[in-house]
């Protein structure tokens, strides 16, 4: 039973580029959230997506962007990338909202 | 502002011993909560969860829960230094859980041989 998967692993971009993150959940979820976690920091929420609609967001601006595929697979896309974005980026999926989330192994994104 | 709120530590444990790792939250309402375990450079791995006032045993991991306090814990017995990591407490708000969980920072621990 493969677990939460996320794609590429590490990036490195420009300041000023755009870049897009995948996350396939793990078998029978059905929802899909994104978390920004900074060194030395929790994961902070981005936003939520069930039924491939977005549900909820933390705060973060809208160069925070995603879609969830009808198969429940799910992408972040972050526009006009800034030095601060640079952090470990983790999807997390559950069955429902409010239930048991199992993450992904990250995608490490520098900016530079 | 929901807050989870721990002790940074570093936390040290001699191995054997119990490590007693504590959390607090903000949002009264509040129903689910989690313990993660995150390696360094890894990404959090789901260790316990629950749900109700009192205690969750599973293997050597006990969670317990006091809602009148907003209060969680995380027990780890006879700690082995595989268990050295960073814990990380999550809480699922009273927004019905569409806002994400929300995390602690995290609580340092180090088990010594």
């Known amino acids: 039973d493969a677990g939460v998967t996320q794609s590429p692993t590490h990036l490195i971009k420009t300041r000023g580029q755009q870049v897009t993150l995948r996350c396939s959940p793990k078998s029978g979820h059905d929802t899909v959230s994104w978390y920004q976690q900074a060194l030395g920091q929790g994961p902070q929420f981005i936003f939520q997506y069930y039924e491939e609609e977005e549900r909820q967001r933390g705060n973060f601006p809208d160069r925070f962007s995603g879609h969830q595929f009808p198969n429940y697979s799910s992408e972040l896309n972050v526009n006009a990338l800034l030095l601060g974005d640079s952090a470990l980026y983790l999807c997390?999926?559950?069955?429902?909202?409010?239930?048991?989330?199992?993450f992904g192994q990250g995608t490490r994104l520098t900016v530079v | 502002q929901k807050e989870v709120e721990q002790n940074s530590g570093p936390l040290s444990v001699p191995e054997g011993a119990i490590a007693s790792l504590n959390c607090t939250y903000s949002d009264r309402g509040s129903q689910s909560f989690f313990w993660y375990r995150q390696y360094s450079g890894k990404s959090p791995e789901l260790i316990m969860f629950i749900y109700s006032n009192g205690d969750k045993e599973d293997g050597r991991f006990t969670a317990q829960l006091n809602k009148a306090s907003q209060y969680v814990s995380l027990l780890i017995r006879d700690s082995q230094p595989s268990d050295s990591a960073t814990y990380l407490c999550a809480v699922w708000g009273s927004g019905g859980g569409a806002d994400g969980l929300t995390f602690g920072k995290g609580t340092h621990l180090i088990i010594q041989p």
């Open positions: 997390a999926s559950s069955l429902g909202i409010n239930t048991e989330a199992f």
